[in-house]
């Protein structure tokens, strides 16, 4: 299945801050206990190449991708370690040129037209709305949906287990990312995604 597909098939995309590639198990092994197979691991932390390699070895069915990547450079370690979407929390347009050359999905953030029409004419139809709940959460989104009808957005910061669904409810949006299902112990992780799999 196309990785588009799939995220859009999974709803949520947890983003997950590694300190150590020791919290692999805990942290991504909780995700895929928890029914929600797929992560976002952030190049905010100089294990994230690492981690991503990790989680593949251990987890081969889920879906990792790295998130925070910001520069060429951490888009081919991405890569290398084997992430399978690149996620930035703006348009980086190296790392654009970089997921283009390896045909790797591509998700810029965005917080405003001018950013869609930048993104768009280089291609792209699906953007992370960056950071979500500041910039005018879902009724930002249904008013930039309403001007750019081709675009489906993957809204992400400050969405939890309360605002979730809302945004989910409208078809513009493909999934929602979020850092929320990600924290506290493994059996906390586990708990907060099997109630996001019962929930969707
Ligand atoms: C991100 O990088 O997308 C955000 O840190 C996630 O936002 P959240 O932590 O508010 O969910």
Known sequence: MDIIEKIHELKVVPVVVLNSVDEVEDKIGGLVEGKLPVAEITFRTAC??????????????ALIGAGTVINAKQCEAAIKAGAKFIVSPGFADDVDLVCKAHDIPYLPGIATPTEIIHAISLGHKIIKFFPASIYGGLKAIKSLAAVFP????????G???DTYLEYLAFDKIIAVGGSWMTKGSHEEIVAKCLQIHEGK
């Open 48 to 61: 994230a190449a690492e981690a991503i390699k990790k989680s593949i070895e251990l987890y081969p069915d």
């Open 159 to 161: 969405i939890n287990e």
């Open 150 to 157: 081709d675009v489906k957005f993957l809204p992400t910061g």
